[in-house]
């Protein structure tokens, strides 16, 4: 197995954003005729059960004692739709209170699956003569991870870099993978990616 350490201060400008393991639930909105629907999103492993509060002007929204919503992991569900009042702009501030403890009561809408940057860097350097990169980043665009893919026949310094760190950098025939700062050239299968991404 071929594993390399590689200074991040080195390929600082090609990493992702590092994310903490555990990701707040976001809210965006989408306008829609005369309302503004509430989505909120899970960027995390695991399912919450949330409560969204919702408070401004401009709007009207239905009132009564709110029920928890199940939010599944990597997914987009819409929590609430506003009606803006004729001639008014929504202005409006939220609050999402999240447990992880899941309450059999809690609504389940219909969830969006989302695509999630992992908590470490993730790159794939493809070249000309990698047997497997294509079906590897096929099947990684059906997971739920966004990732960097970087040729190196298109990008000579990156690949002059890395070479300092794989041997033979011209002979490989399987993918480059950068996950963490870690090189590894022996990975050819999605589950094994995710093994380390997760890890």
């Not at 503004?36 to 408070?55: M, R």
């Not at 002007?57 to 609430?80: D, E, L």
Request: aromatic fraction near 8%.
């Amino acid at each position: 197995m071929y594993k390399y350490q590689i200074l991040s201060v080195v390929f600082f400008i090609f990493t992702i954003n590092l994310i903490a393991q555990k990701r707040p639930i976001k809210v965006v909105d989408e306008k829609v005729s005369n309302r503004l629907d509430l989505y909120a999103i899970n960027e995390n492993l695991i399912d919450y059960d949330i409560i969204v509060t919702v408070k401004g002007t401009g709007f009207r929204q239905k009132t009564g004692k709110q029920r928890k919503i199940r939010i599944p992991a990597t997914s987009k569900v819409k929590v609430n739709s506003l009606v803006i009042e004729r001639g008014k702009t929504p202005q409006y501030i939220y609050t999402v209170k999240a447990n992880d403890s899941l309450s059999r009561r809690a609504m389940r809408p219909t969830a969006t699956k989302i695509k999630i940057d992992p908590s470490k860097v993730f790159i794939i350097y493809s070249s000309i003569k990698c047997v497997s990169c294509d079906s590897l980043m096929s099947s990684l665009d059906k997971s739920i991870y966004n990732y960097k893919k970087i040729n190196l026949s298109e990008n000579k310094e990156i690949s002059d870099t890395l070479e300092k760190y794989v041997p033979s950098i011209d002979t490989i025939t399987t993918p480059i993978i950068n996950i963490g700062g870690y090189i590894y050239t022996d990975i050819i299968t999605v589950d094994k990616v995710i093994e380390k991404l997760e890890k």
